[in-house]
């Protein structure tokens, strides 16, 4: 990939990918489902939380599947129709710039989700054994566990790995990237994790 700090002329694509994926993945759809089913503000229920696991606490399982339907759906749509019609370099870096419009979306004082739903949409994108492989890695810890956010933890930090088998470095170094930003955004988690005061599946 070229060097970001290269001439202005040259590397304004790269800029831009990064721009229009982030503004692309800030669209909080669980926030948008969640109101116009008549819920209000979904910050104002559970963990506070715009993503699909807060909506669930709404008990509408219809509106949790179309959040991470949505939430994955823009980080594969950033990335897949980067790298399709612009190539690689731009499929990564809309993809990445997808995934931070999630966590951090501008249009609620950067206070998102915490982004798997879109992680597994950009790597569905790039590269879809690996995302086939995170989700088996979560389905296969949360049997064993009972725990959605340690069965996250767990695909994640194993994703960039694997993708050293499934992808290449690019997308390795990417994968990298969003699994340190998981784990930021599930700090609150890791703490209860620790405790013993993590809610497992299906409990309250």
């Not at 612009?86 to 990445?96: C, K």
């Not at 206070?111 to 296969?140: D, E, M, N, R, S």
């Amino acid at each position: 990939m070229p060097s970001l700090l290269g001439d202005f002329s040259n590397t304004w694509p790269y800029y831009a990918a990064a721009a229009i994926g982030y503004l692309l993945g800030s669209i909080p759809f669980g926030l948008i489902v969640t109101r116009l089913a008549g819920f209000g503000d979904i910050r104002g229920i559970g963990s506070g939380n715009i993503g699909a696991t807060n909506v669930l606490r709404t008990g509408r399982r219809d509106l949790t599947a179309l959040t991470l339907l949505l939430d994955g759906g823009k980080g594969f749509a950033a990335a897949w129709f980067g790298s399709r019609f612009y190539g690689p370099d731009i499929g990564v870096l809309a993809g990445g710039g997808a995934f931070l419009g999630h966590l951090f979306p501008v249009w609620l004082k950067f206070k998102g989700g915490k982004g798997f739903a879109t992680y597994l949409g950009v790597l569905l994108a790039l590269a879809w054994p690996l995302c086939i492989a995170a989700c088996l890695t979560w389905l296969f810890t949360a049997a064993l566990t009972r725990y959605s956010s340690f069965s996250t933890l767990n695909a994640a930090i194993h994703a960039p790995v694997l993708a050293l088998f499934f992808a290449d470095q690019q997308i390795a170094t990417l994968t990298g990237f969003m699994t340190v930003l998981i784990f930021v955004r599930h700090s609150a988690n890791i703490r209860r994790l620790l405790k013993g005061e993590e809610p497992a599946i299906g409990k309250s």
